[in-house]
């Protein structure tokens, strides 16, 4: 399997568990939506009033895992690497399609004020429960993307 498919898998997942860590190193996880997944890492947002973004500011580890099931099938990935604010060109298309945008920032500011992250470079791996597949595989624009199948 791709790179480019599993990222069209988690993708799909929709929303994943992000965990990072606080400046006393305890962790934090909670859901956030998966705003694109591509070869080159994934795209989320959050506000700057949140405790994830003073937690991704002050350090950019960051760890994600999402689950599907659907008829037989079941898929988990999880991500380890770096996120880093990025420009805000990408805000409207992730407000775009997000489904949870209303429920979480109901307001106009807020929506405006959200900061995109992006996690440029990491180590993940897949694995389909049902099926037995499991790959590792790497993205991001410093490495390139990369699988390989684990046994």
């Keep these: 399997m791709e790179v480019k498919e599993i990222m069209k898998v988690l993708q ?3 929303v994943a568990v992000f965990a990072t ?3 006393d190193g305890t962790p934090h996880a909670r859901h ?5 997944a591509n070869e080159k890492g994934i795209f989320f947002m959050t506000s700057p009033k949140t405790n994830f973004y003073q937690q991704l500011t002050a350090n950019e580890h960051v760890a994600l895992t999402a689950m599907s099931e659907e008829d037989y099938l079941i898929q988990v990935i999880r991500l380890e690497g770096r996120a880093r604010k990025v420009g805000r060109e990408m805000l409207e298309s992730l407000l ?3 489904p949870y945008v209303s429920h ?3 307001d106009k500011v807020d929506q405006e004020t959200v900061q995109v992250f992006h996690l440029y470079q990491g180590q993940g791996f897949y694995h389909s429960l049902t099926q ?3 790959y590792v595989f790497s993205v991001g624009v410093d ?3 990369e699988t390989r199948t684990v046994v």
Excluded: F, L, Q
């Design 12 to 14: 799909g997942m929709k």
């Design 21 to 23: 860590v606080d400046a």
């Design 32 to 36: 956030a939506h998966i705003g694109v």
């Design 96 to 98: 775009k399609d997000n």
């Design 104 to 106: 979480v920032y109901p």
């Design 132 to 134: 037995g597949h499991r």
């Design 143 to 145: 490495k390139g993307a």
